[in-house]
């Protein structure tokens, strides 16, 4: 995403402009997302049927998950500080009580793509993971990053259900464009303009006023007569 720019008249506003502009947030789309079936066996998954391809499935059994997803944002080239991630609950899809964490993974190279056997799911750690927060009303989970999360450039992140979890199973929506929101330092992206070195110094007589066009040269002054007292 590029960054506008304003050109500014005066060298002084540049740094209030800089200010303002920083900590401005957009959204992204992830770039890529998957989940993985702990239903599976001589690498076929079960079919979830309830789940519609491109939406993400976790779930929680009375022996741990059954099921847990990844997204992953691309940040390259933006100074991110912290990211509200949003994930969307596909309506009467929800069981039980969600609770899931946003962990983020060992490394990026997951492949994309839903139903996935679970031999191929990615390896996580959630000494740096971030509890979701349910909407009051359901439709959503929401979690509050910051950079402890990001990884090479960006997010990559397993949302699995919390170690205490109870059983529960869920579908999140496909994620939009929408669904992460960075906060993105813009000051460190864009300088702002160097301000202009001072003019020369003068030359010529130390303390004379140079002249400029149209001034007329000072006129010679008279030399100032003397007083003799008279001859006696």
């Keep these: ?7 500014v008249g005066t060298v002084g506003l540049v740094p209030v402009l800089l200010l303002a502009l920083a900590g401005t947030a957009w959204a992204d789309a992830p770039t890529k997302t ?5 239903a599976s066996a001589n690498g076929v998954a079960l079919p979830m049927p309830t ?12 022996n741990g998950p059954t099921a847990y997803a990844a997204v992953a944002y691309d940040l390259t080239g933006q100074v991110v500080s912290a990211a509200t991630l949003e994930l969307k609950v596909v309506a009467n899809s929800a069981v039980g ?16 793509g839903g139903d996935q056997t679970y031999d191929a ?10 509890q979701g927060v349910a909407a009051a009303d359901g439709t959503k989970i929401t979690f509050l990053l910051d950079t402890a999360q990001q990884l ?14 109870k059983p529960f199973t869920v579908d ?3 994620p939009d464009p929408t669904s992460l929101t960075p906060e993105v330092d813009t000051t460190a992206v864009e300088p702002g303009p160097a301000a202009a070195p001072p003019p020369p110094p003068a030359t010529g007589v130390s303390g004379a006023a140079p002249l400029t066009a149209g001034t007329a040269p000072l006129a010679p002054t008279a030399p100032l007569a003397v007083a003799q007292a008279p001859v006696v």
């Design 1 to 7: 995403m590029k960054v506008a720019r304003t050109t």
């Design 34 to 38: 998957g989940w993985w079936n702990a």
């Design 51 to 62: 789940t519609s391809a491109d939406d993400l499935h976790v779930g929680q059994g009375a």
């Design 97 to 112: 009580t969600i609770d899931v964490v946003a962990c983020p993974t060992k490394d990026s190279a997951w492949k994309a």
């Design 121 to 130: 799911r990615p390896q996580y750690d959630c000494a740096k993971g971030i």
């Design 152 to 165: 090479l450039g960006g997010y990559s992140l397993a949302i699995v259900p919390s170690a205490d979890a």
């Design 172 to 174: 999140f929506a496909k």
